[in-house]
């Protein structure tokens, strides 16, 4: 007679067949026996999302851990509706543009437009929802590669989105806008149905974002054809950034984001008049608050360090195969990583002391940053040296999050624009924040961000005269919600006020 054990284990295989390469599989009842289900139900392997629909998932999450589900999100709205539908279904027109600018955020509801069925609303997980309903749908459909979704084309989506999505997502907007490669796309679609109110709201957004001459285009053509078209702007705002036609929607993206948070930043984090003049003491000061700052930086990612352990590592008497009460070696190595990465970043602080552009100095350096980090793992064999070579080259995902970092070609598009932009802001304050927060916002290794971030942070605030700052890992709920706000909402208010207070709290100290 089988064990528990064995039964386990030829449910386990069931459910390996239905996995995807990167581990994700979505269920529907049919495809497993039902003793299949039960078991990998109560054992913790799958979860369901709604009846008859299941993800799988890790026996080790806590209960209301989210990270299961945020990354299975648009995999099974799309598994969902394929299975449910067939081709007949297409998100909405705003949500397909939120999809081809690069967001990959998991929406409170999910608006899905079938030509067939009945209107419905299905709760999901974790306070999310799927509303589809039956209308028109796009034409043609895209197939979106990645992630198996049905969006308008882009013309289309254009064309067909709420008046109100202009307004709500602008950096969305303008991204879309910017990767029209021919006008003549979205004036076919145009003229199928002469509607001169979308053309009109179109002219006005094309122009706002600098690109007139599709504007003219949108506006003389209809005019030629008879219509009496009325150009509106459909924007809160002008754009500040000079148009180029993108290939990328990160390009854009990115910098959109960039210009819309910096005033914020500029608004509430108060301006140094302070410039290190001496050097020597700024990095005596530095090297002051590196046991402080390893304790903190390695405790919010998880790691079990002490000051002693600290102290071994600075003082080069490290040596896990030798004594036992190193045998942890997953925050030995760590802690070895973050001592080694210290040194490296102290001697890029000392470059930006000495006046080089502090953007182009991270630039350069931070992959040193990243050997050095992980430098000890690859010593003693568990990383190859191949792992500590360029960005990524698998999805990653953050633990809890909406946000979806970027997929790893998006990482080698964001990457240079990031350091673009931190090379041409003037605004050390701007730097620091929006540094810090683009660089976990892209994710561009697969671990080390949050460190790699806080030492970009620093370098940033000792370029604009302001003190090295700790980010205590008593803070750390504060300190990942307010990123997860600015990820999600785009809205970098509660991580400038987080970072500022910290900033003033170390000048008053």
């Known amino acids: ?23 994700l599989a979505v269920i529907k009842s049919s495809d497993l026996s039902r003793t299949h289900l039960s078991r990998l139900l109560k054992n913790g392997f799958i ?17 209301g851990d989210t990270t299961n589900w945020y990354t299975s999100y648009w995999y099974f709205i799309s598994e969902y509706a394929n299975s449910r539908f ?38 999901l997980l974790y306070g999310t929802s799927m509303l589809y309903f039956k209308s028109s749908i796009a034409n043609p459909i895209y197939k979106e590669p990645q992630l198996g979704l049905n ?44 509607n001169t109110t979308k053309a009109g709201r179109l002219a006005g957004a094309f122009r706002n974002i600098g690109h007139t001459s ?31 036609r993108i290939t990328s929607p990160y390009v854009m ?38 046991k402080l700052d390893a304790y903190h930086s390695l405790s919010i990612e998880g790691y079990k360090v002490t000051d002693e352990l600290i102290e071994k590592v600075k003082i080069d008497n490290w040596k896990p195969d030798e004594d036992s009460s190193d045998a942890e070696q997953r925050n030995a190595m760590a802690a070895r990583g973050y001592w080694q990465a210290f040194q490296v970043v102290k001697e890029s602080t000392k470059k930006i002391l000495k006046g080089e552009n502090s953007g182009e100095v991270v630039d350069n350096d931070h992959r ?35 946000h979806t970092p970027l997929n790893p070609k998006a990482v080698r598009d964001a990457m240079p624009v990031l350091f673009e932009l931190l090379k041409d802001e003037p605004d050390a304050r701007v730097r620091t924040v929006l540094g810090h927060f683009m660089f976990v916002y892209i994710h561009p290794y697969m671990d080390g961000n949050g460190r790699i971030a806080r030492f970009l942070m620093n370098t940033m605030l000792i370029s604009g005269g302001y003190n090295w700052t700790v980010i205590p890992v008593e803070k750390r709920q504060e300190y990942m919600a307010a990123l997860e706000k600015g990820s999600v909402n785009e809205d970098i208010t509660d991580f400038t006020l987080f970072l500022a207070g910290l900033v003033n709290k170390s000048i008053s100290d």
Not at 261 to 266: A, G, L, N, P
Not at 271 to 288: M, Q, V, Y
Request: glycine letters at 4%.
């Open 1 to 23: 007679m089988a064990s528990i054990q064995e039964r386990l284990a030829e449910s386990l295989k069931e459910l390996q067949k239905l996995q995807t390469e990167n581990g």
């Open 47 to 63: 979860q369901e999302v709604m009846k008859g629909w299941y993800i799988t998932s890790r026996p080790d999450s806590l209960s």
């Open 86 to 123: 067939g081709e007949e279904w297409c998100l909405s027109a705003d949500q397909s543009l939120s999809i081809y600018s690069g967001n990959r955020t998991v929406p409170k509801q999910v608006i899905i437009r079938v030509a067939k069925g009945t209107n419905n609303i299905a709760n």
């Open 151 to 194: 969006l308008y084309s882009l013309p289309e989506a254009l064309l067909e989105c709420s008046p109100d999505f202009f307004r709500l997502d602008s950096v969305a907007a303008r991204t879309c806008l910017a990767m029209v490669s021919d006008v003549g796309d979205i004036m076919k679609k145009v003229l199928e149905n002469g």
């Open 214 to 244: 599709a504007a003219d285009e949108i506006i003389n053509t209809m005019k030629s054809l008879g219509y009496d078209i009325r150009e509106e702007d459909p924007f809160k705002d002008r754009s500040s950034i000079e148009y180029s």
């Open 253 to 290: 993206r990115l910098k959109l984001m960039w210009n819309k948070m910096r005033e914020v930043v500029i608004s509430n984090f108060r301006e140094s008049k302070h410039t290190h003049t001496d050097i020597d003491a700024c990095l005596k000061n530095i090297d002051a608050q590196y």
């Open 368 to 402: 040193v940053w990243y050997r050095e980090l992980f430098a000890p793992s690859v010593s003693a064999g568990l990383l190859k040296p191949a792992d500590l070579a360029g960005y990524r080259t698998n999805q990653v995902y953050i633990h809890g999050s909406m």
